[in-house]
């Protein structure tokens, strides 16, 4: 079955750097696009990086351009989320998500929390 499980979370300061990576099974990971959303406590998921299935083709939410770079690697079923130059505002928990043939799929969630 599909599976999507989120690591690499934490708490930061502000202007400090996370990946996070989200681990695929159950899927031809590099056939199918890739997202990562949040979710902050008291406001609707959102979007934040979809990626081609190669890779190839990327977009991002205005709020993260130039600081959040979304990748993968085809050979290790593997997505990522650099993210560089935290702030607050960032706080939320990120899940990553695929929308297969089957269905909508997302993985558990990772927390990140960015204080001072």
């Known amino acids: 079955q599909v599976q999507l499980v989120e690591s690499g979370g934490g708490l930061v300061q502000p202007g400090e750097s996370l990946r996070l990576s989200c681990a695929a099974s159950g899927f031809t990971f590099g056939a199918w696009s890739m997202s990562w959303y949040r979710h902050a406590p008291g406001k609707e998921r959102e979007l934040v990086a979809i990626i081609s299935g190669n890779g190839g083709i990327t977009n991002y939410a205005d709020f993260v351009k130039g600081r959040f770079t979304i990748s993968r690697d085809n050979a290790k079923n593997t997505l990522y989320l650099q993210m560089n130059n935290l702030q607050p505002e960032d706080t939320a928990v990120y899940l990553c998500?695929?929308?297969?043939?089957?269905?909508?799929?997302w993985g558990q969630g990772t927390q990140v929390t960015v204080s001072a």
């Open positions: 998500n695929a929308i297969l043939r089957g269905g909508d799929y």
